[in-house]
């Protein structure tokens, strides 16, 4: 079955940077990418990546131009570099893996096949 395992989450000033990692335990999904829920507010979407090849990557309006998201296939490993973050990137950080309905982006349904990490928490403070 497979597994995610988050890392790289911590405290940083506003402006500072932080890299998460993602590692992914047996068959890659179609699709994977970081999800955040920030203090009082819903689980958003970040970024999201197709893993197969021919799609471009998805970012939330937030996150473009700031986050970038990378994909090592050959090691499962889902990487997001952020950078310039400010107060409002602070939330618990998750990795994700699922098969789209249609395109990774957006992601409108739940099912029970999708793979959940454990969150990593991600503080910036001005």
């Known amino acids: 079955q497979a597994r995610l395992v988050e890392s790289g989450g911590g405290s940083v000033q506003a402006g500072g940077s932080l890299k998460l990692s993602c590692a992914a335990s047996?068959?890659?999904?179609?699709?994977m990418g970081w999800f955040r829920q920030g203090p009082g507010k819903e689980r958003e979407a970040v970024a999201l990546i197709y893993t197969g090849y021919g799609e471009p990557t998805n970012y939330a309006a937030s996150a473009q131009g700031r986050f970038r998201l990378s994909l090592d296939r050959a090691r499962k490993m889902l990487y997001l570099q952020m950078n310039n973050l400010t107060a409002d990137d602070t939330a618990i950080y998750y990795c994700a893996a699922y098969e789209p309905v249609r395109y990774c982006w957006p992601k409108t349904d739940t099912n029970p096949s999708d793979v959940w990490g454990q969150g990593t928490l991600v503080t910036v403070s001005s």
């Open positions: 047996g068959a890659l999904h179609n699709c």
